[in-house]
């Protein structure tokens, strides 16, 4: 009896093509945008070049993540196979498409239908095996799926209306949405890589009535982003973000062992998680009117928050589910320093040296997932070393 022909490794599962395509996109549109910043480009993406690197920086970059996570993460939650083969490299292909188009300039009626149908796309091929299981649990998980895909919506329109306010909204919500799934995300992986790296006997054991608070309170900030009164100064709303960035801190204490230090792979979750409980205290203090600026507090997160915990996250994924020891190759270490060291360049040198702090940023930034690019990227194309599926 013959049996089916596998499909080429990189299509094998979900976080494969998906960790490839973002983190090149990651290290090649950071230097783009420095580059089209400082004049040195002579064309325009859709929307001209501050558009687009908001958008891609979540959509593109954040979003090819995401899916590469959830589309495994899915498969071992409920046990229905995911998306392999040619329905993986379809939804991979469709993902590649916008980013082109929106960087070609290609015209509306091309782009359009690309951006739009991606995360519905993705909602439906986790929906179907979440529903199929009945697993009500990770519900959330497919409604924040469903709310990006309105963000996303709402930046197209702005696109096509020219209205920078509305596409705006829809980038900062998709930003805090963002959030929303990395305090899921992490208050599950990050006690259970802790136990597992460390050799502890149990992992912190998690509190539910905390993390409904901070799952709430990051998609109820998504929606006052959606309808625009949290991009304005607010007082009310420092209360919510102190109360958030205060309950990020008291899992990320509860969590804490010193054995962190002695392994990257868990320093670098813990310190990213960090950036995401400061950037809401510094959300909090812009709103108070201190301080902090809106473009800090927001880059605290996207660059801390968002994409340092990012890279340490597809750092430590890509080597359990390809059967390798789960021990990152020495230059993550540097790619690790460097991601943290592009949040204080980002975010507080400008204040001295805007060009300096940009480029430091930005070189720091292209460094890191340069890193990841150059030693994951082989073994996340090549099967399995022990043989084993996906």
């Known amino acids: 009896m013959q049996t089916a022909a596998l499909p080429p490794a990189l299509f094998r599962l979900g976080f494969r093509p998906f960790f490839v395509g973002g983190a090149a996109l990651a290290a090649i549109a950071i230097l783009l945008w420095i580059t089209a910043l400082t004049g040195h480009l002579d064309w325009q993406p859709a929307g001209g070049w501050l558009a687009w690197h908001r958008h891609e920086m979540l ?33 991979a292909a469709l993902w590649l498409a916008a980013r082109l188009a929106w960087l070609s300039d290609a015209p509306l009626w091309l782009l359009l239908p690309l951006e739009l149908a991606f995360f519905p796309a993705l909602a439906l091929a986790i929906g179907y095996s979440l529903i199929k299981v009945r697993q009500r649990r990770n519900y959330p998980v497919l409604a924040i799926i469903m709310l990006l895909a309105v963000a996303n919506l709402l930046v197209m329109l702005g696109l096509a209306q020219g209205s920078h306010s509305l596409s705006r ?97 868990l320093w670098s979750l813990h310190l990213g998680y960090a950036w995401l409980a400061l950037a809401c205290l510094a959300m909090a203090s812009w709103h108070a009117g201190w301080l902090m600026t809106f473009s800090q507090a927001t880059h605290l997160l996207a660059v801390g928050g968002m994409s340092a915990i990012i890279l340490a996250m597809i750092a430590r994924v890509s080597l359990g589910h390809t059967g390798r020891p789960l021990v990152a190759p020495p230059a993550m270490s540097v790619a690790f320093v460097l991601i943290n060291l592009a949040v204080p360049l980002r975010v507080w040198l400008p204040e001295y040296n805007v060009m300096a702090g940009l480029w430091l940023a930005a070189a720091a930034w292209t460094l890191a997932f340069g890193l990841f690019v150059w030693h994951y990227t082989p073994m996340l194309c090549r099967p399995r070393p022990d043989g084993g599926p996906g």
């Open 169 to 265: 909204q829809g980038d900062q919500g998709a930003l805090w949405l963002i959030a929303a799934l990395i305090g899921i995300v992490g208050g599950r992986v990050i006690p259970f890589f802790t136990r597992n790296g460390l050799g502890l006997s149990a992992a912190v054991e998690p509190l539910p009535w905390l993390d409904n608070l901070l799952l709430a309170g990051s998609v109820l900030i998504a929606l006052l982003m959606f309808a625009g009164p949290a991009l304005y100064q607010t007082p009310w709303l420092a209360l919510l973000f102190l109360v958030l960035g205060l309950g990020h801190l008291f899992r990320l204490i509860r969590w804490y062992n010193h054995g962190i230090w002695r392994a990257p792979l």
């Open 59 to 91: 959509f593109g970059f954040a979003g090819a993540i995401i899916a590469g996570f959830l589309l495994t993460a899915v498969q071992n939650w409920t046990g229905v196979p995911g998306l392999r083969g040619n329905a993986l490299m379809a939804l």
